[in-house]
């Protein structure tokens, strides 16, 4: 029996000592995104996608952040796109702020943890306002212009989406020849008519960030039951990036379930 106990407690123990290890080995990828009727002009367009921060809490998703941001700040995409959750506690509003100084031609919307709207009893329900140097997106819109074509980028609130009072189809700029969609919850995707957004960008999910192991799949111990859990889905004819995120929340973990930064490389798709 001690034996056993013995086993079980070394077995634990490497558990979290390799959950540690992974909130904070963030993976940095550039992927191939295609997009049906893109302007040949923006074909290879650069898109880094970043989401789920958690600034504040004490993890090892922090040193991922700051890795993600060196990353991107060395790559200058053309645009740098922020999914959501940027603070899990206030005290990491000023660092956010100096790393979001150092991301080109940024964007973001928030998350449900930037407004306390989550099961943390400790999140701060003052949702920061003041992003410095990157334009915060609230159910409202901003054009850019690049290669000589009009990009549309629309941002949604979280606490509107909550409600079921977000309506971002309503912003849509028909002569934008590029439409991007920034919204903390997946299944935004399903609330859209089709043609409305070429790209969504999503997150709050973690990639599962503790997931169980089995043949074949991994199993997200807290959301098991949600649909798009990580990567490239395509529906109605958008398609849409969930990130992975970069910070932990609950606990200071991941396993099966790496942080991660990315690239988006915009192609024409056949």
Known sequence: MKRVVSGAAGLAAAGLGWGHFEAGWVKLETVDCPLAGLPEELAGLRVAHLSDFHLGMPSRGAQAVERAVE?????????????????????????????????????????????????????????????????????????????????????????????????????????????ILLCHFPNVIDRLPPGAFHLVLAGHLHAGQITLPLPGKRIPLAHPRWQ??????????????????????????RFLARPEATELVLVTSV
């Open 71 to 179: 990353w991107v700040a060395a790559r200058q995409p053309d645009l740098t796109l922020i999914s959501g959750d940027l603070l899990s506690r206030r005290s990491g509003e000023p660092r956010l702020r100096e790393l979001l100084e150092r991301l080109p031609r940024c964007y973001a919307v928030l998350g449900n943890h930037d407004f306390g709207t989550s099961r943390d009893p400790f999140a701060d329900s003052r949702p920061v306002s003041d992003l410095g140097s990157a334009r915060l997106l609230l159910d409202e819109s901003a054009i850019v212009e690049l290669r000589g074509r009009r990009i549309q980028i629309v941002g949604v609130n979280p606490r509107s989406y909550r409600r079921g009072q977000a309506q971002p189809a309503r912003l849509v700029d028909s002569e934008a020849e590029l439409r």
């Open 228 to 253: 798009y859990l990580h990567g490239l889905y395509e529906r109605g004819g958008t398609v849409m990036h969930v990130s992975a995120g970069l910070g932990t929340t609950f606990v200071p973990f």
